[in-house]
T-cell receptor, first 112, second 115 residues
Framework: QKEVEQDPGPLSVPEGAIVSLNCTYSNSAFQYFMWYRQYSRKGPELLMYTYSSGNKEDGRFTAQVDKSSKYISLFIRDSQPSDSATYLCAMIPRQGAQKLVFGQGTRLTINP | GAVVSQHPSWVICKSGTSVKIECRSLDFQATTMFWYRQFPKQSLMLMATSNEGSKATYEQGVEKDKFLINHASLTLSTLTVTSAHPEDSSFYIC???????????FGPGTRLLVL
């Protein structure tokens, strides 16, 4: 079993829809949770990071962490064609550790 | 956000030659840099972690004599693929951290094709 599970998709939705991307994890030691967006042939771009449980909002993006369920989500409101990319969740255990543990990534396409 | 650059963005070389890839943090000092490899439609695979002025720590299965990493300053790390072979063809991405490990910033990647 992988430490972090993420549905690779592909996921295709119409423009303007609310998108929900999710990851589950097995290691209860994870404390920091990140979402990266990666366009084709580019490096990942940090979108959101959260510490422990709770919600964090930034514009059209909301990151949600439920540590009791070992489940994290990224919501995209009013999705745009420019949001079409691969979204990677990543997490890291207690402060001091350095290695990000990535999910497989979900390929998202927003159709105009 | 912090900016990380990589050079070159793509490179084609003959089998048996060596290729050097540079990773620079442009507007912050990177105490730690990471090198990843990514195959098509797959997630990132960590190859090694380097701290400025120290030897790199390689992940299991990564040949340290083949993938030479140097982190000589707080803004520059290099990855040299020695005696490259076609199976080394891949997308190589670096990331840099200025302290807080949760805020890794990635470079744009270097596409390597070995003929």
């Amino acid at each position: 079993q992988k430490e972090v599970e993420q549905d690779p998709g592909p996921l295709s939705v119409p423009e303007g829809a609310i998108v929900s991307l999710n990851c589950t994890y097995s290691n209860s030691a994870f404390q920091y949770f990140m979402w990266y967006r990666q366009y084709s042939r580019k490096g990942p771009e940090l979108l959101m990071y959260t510490y422990s449980s709770g919600n964090k909002e930034d514009g059209r993006f909301t990151a949600q962490v439920d540590k009791s369920s070992k489940y994290i989500s990224l919501f995209i409101r009013d999705s745009q064609p420019s949001d079409s990319a691969t979204y990677l969740c990543a997490m890291i255990p207690r402060q001091g550790a350095q290695k990000l543990v990535f999910g497989q990534g979900t390929r998202l396409t927003i159709n105009p | 956000g912090a900016v990380v650059s990589q050079h070159p963005s793509w490179v084609i070389c003959k089998s048996g030659t060596s290729v050097k890839i540079e990773c620079r943090s442009l507007d912050f000092q990177a105490t730690t840099m990471f090198w990843y490899r990514q195959f098509p439609k797959q997630s990132l695979m960590l190859m090694a972690t380097s701290n400025e002025g120290s030897k790199a720590t390689y992940e299991q299965g990564v040949e340290k004599d083949k993938f030479l990493i140097n982190h000589a300053s707080l803004t520059l790390s290099t990855l040299t693929v020695t005696s490259a072979h076609p199976e080394d063809s891949s997308f190589y991405i670096c990331s840099a951290s200025g302290g807080a490990p949760e805020t890794q910033y990635f470079g744009p990647g270097t596409r390597l094709l070995v003929l």
